[in-house]
Nanobody, 127 residues
């Protein structure tokens, strides 16, 4: 079992930045790909970013490319998502998730590939 807890969300003005954290407990994070997703009420949860086990491979959604930096510190059992130049349309609940079975396949953007999820952190971007 892996428990994931996100933090770092909040209210920010358009153009501002936030750094989300995802802390794992129960098992070490170093063996798992970590994905970040977001969801607006009434809409499908969508992929935002992912970072490989080593931190060397990163995947980003095109809609936020250039404004995101995903990273991780395996010694701290923590993954991060830094978001810059935030826009009101980035308002959503942001979730981190762990893919515990990647085993060499490409990093997935699919929700179905991730088997452990955090509870989410709200990000609100105002004009």
């Amino acid at each position: 079992q892996v428990q994931l807890v996100e933090s770092g969300g909040g209210l920010v003005q358009a153009g501002g930045s936030l750094r989300l954290s995802c802390v794992a407990s129960g098992r070490t994070l170093r063996s798992y790909t970590i994905g970040w997703f977001r969801q607006v009420a009434g809409k499908v949860r969508e992929f935002v970013a992912a970072v490989s086990e080593s931190g060397n491979y990163l995947v980003y959604t095109d809609s936020m490319k250039g404004r995101l930096t995903a990273s991780r510190d395996n010694a701290k059992n923590t993954a991060y998502l830094e978001m810059n130049s935030l826009k009101p349309e980035d308002t959503a609940i942001y979730y981190c998730a762990a893919d515990t079975n990647r085993e060499g396949r490409p990093i997935s953007r699919s929700l179905n590939a991730y088997d452990y999820w955090g509870q989410g952190t709200q990000v609100t971007v105002s004009l």
